[in-house]
């Protein structure tokens, strides 16, 4: 049994979904967790409130009251594959995160993640994310160091004032020269089922990336890929829209069965440049990333 060195918050809803206590939220809210877990989690002090003081079984529903608890997991992987720091100042620290990495905790990670392992080798323990990158992407994260400054980073994010540049990898028609071309994909991305993956529907675009071929290799092609927007699996979709899904991608098309990690086969997607204008001393910042893709040797 692993379990996470860090409590995960959580905030009460303001409206009430129909439960007396704590810990019939709890089961509801997590469904794939059994009831009878979240009940020795509470007997065993695995959940408390913001000042240290235990939930009970028979504590009531309150809302907007935080409430922390310590994931579990059976087993946790082991991602063979290290990060490294970029760069740092007094606020923001960027870093390199493999592929098959978490940034944050999540499903059957508890502790292997990139912020928690970062937090492990600076000591930092204000350490927190700005922004995401899916578990099978490799490339460059943000992470805010002071509490006091993080809003001015997040806001760089949510108002699309970070400059983003990644490399993908894709198999095209050999006979195609693609070399130089540029594409421009807008549309309409939302949740699908299962409700990890995405879809493009009809309606009213709140995606948008630009896109353009540097290299090719036989059957193989480099892309260099510029999200404006930042919708989940964005550039993963509108690869597989041009006809080319990037190399390697689980997902789309075709939602491939479940299967461990294949280490020798990562999704070619790297978050390669973030470019923006630091909030707080107006200084122009790049910070790039030195790996490249390699194009694989095709007929």
């Known amino acids: 049994m692993t379990i996470s060195e860090r409590p995960s918050k959580l905030s009460l809803p303001q409206?009430?979904?129909?439960?007396?206590?704590?810990l019939e939220y709890l089961i509801i809210k997590f469904p794939y967790i059994d009831a009878q877990v979240w009940q020795q989690r509470i007997a065993d002090g695995k959940v408390h409130y913001h000042d240290g003081s235990l939930v009970t079984a028979q504590s009531p529903f309150q809302p907007q009251?935080?409430?922390y608890y310590y994931r579990e997991v059976e087993s946790e992987p082991s991602i063979p594959f290290k990060e490294a720091i970029v760069f740092q100042d007094q606020h923001i620290l960027v870093a390199y995160k493999p592929h098959f990495l978490p940034v944050i905790p999540g499903g059957i990670y508890?502790?292997?993640c990139l912020q928690n392992r970062l937090r492990r080798s600076t000591g930092i323990e204000t350490l927190q994310a700005v922004h995401r990158l899916d578990r099978v992407t490799a490339g460059l994260v943000m992470f805010s160091k002071d509490p006091d400054s993080r809003h001015h980073y997040h806001r760089l994010f949510a108002t699309r004032q970070i400059h983003k540049t990644y490399q993908a990898i894709a198999m095209t028609d050999a006979s195609d020269n693609?070399?130089?071309?540029?594409w421009e994909v807008t549309n309409r991305i939302v949740r699908s089922e299962p409700r990890f993956c995405m879809r493009v529907v009809e309606g009213e675009a709140n995606s948008h990336s630009v896109i353009r071929c540097v290299q090719q290799l036989g059957r193989a092609a480099l892309f260099e890929l510029h999200p404006v927007t930042g919708k989940t699996h964005q550039l993963r979709l509108h690869m597989q829209g041009l006809g080319w899904p990037i190399l390697n991608d689980d997902y789309y098309p075709k939602l491939q069965p479940f299967t461990a990690d294949d280490y020798s086969a990562p999704l070619q997607l790297l978050a390669k440049q973030l470019e923006?204008?630091?909030?707080?001393?107006q200084q122009s910042m790049c910070f790039?990333?030195?790996g490249e893709l390699s194009l694989p040797e095709t007929g």
Do not use: C, K, M, W
């Open 288 to 290: 790039h990333y030195d």
């Open 65 to 67: 009251q935080r409430i």
């Open 15 to 22: 409206e009430n979904p129909g439960v007396a206590t704590v």
């Open 276 to 281: 923006f204008i630091d909030p707080i001393s």
């Open 178 to 182: 693609l070399v130089g071309q540029e």
């Open 110 to 112: 508890v502790n292997e």
